[in-house]
């Protein structure tokens, strides 16, 4: 599976951003956001299974983002709300057959999408 992250941008502290991964071929596969901000190691943001009905998120975007997923357009959204400045990072969306929290967890992985929150 090819993966297309997009919707990465600048955006001041407080505002909202939305974050599209676009899979070719099958949308059978659990599908997460990583980040990884300069200097520091790629940390796990959320995931979702295949069909919606499981995800997860790390504790720091808790309340604060959504991911979702919509199978007829073999896309996954991360909707970002209250973004603070320690959220700016490189998204990268990963897919997988299993599901889990951990980057090694996924063999497939988009490009990136740089996220930029101004304080």
């Known amino acids: 599976v090819q993966l297309q992250a997009s919707g990465g941008g600048l955006v001041q502290a407080g505002g909202s951003l939305r974050l599209s991964c676009a899979a070719s071929g099958s949308s059978n596969y659990n599908m997460a956001w990583f980040r990884q901000a300069p200097g520091k190691e790629r940390e796990f943001v959320t995931a979702i299974s295949w069909n919606g009905g499981i995800t997860s998120y790390a504790d720091s975007v808790k309340g604060r983002f959504t991911i979702s997923r919509d199978n007829a357009k073999n896309t996954v959204y991360l909707q970002m709300n209250s973004l603070k400045p320690e959220d700016t990072a490189v998204y990268y969306c990963?897919?997988?057959?299993?599901?889990?929290?951990?980057?090694?967890?996924?063999?497939?992985w988009g490009q990136g999408t740089l996220v930029t929150v101004s304080s």
């Open positions: 990963a897919a997988d057959h299993i599901y889990g929290t951990l980057p090694n967890r996924y063999g497939y």
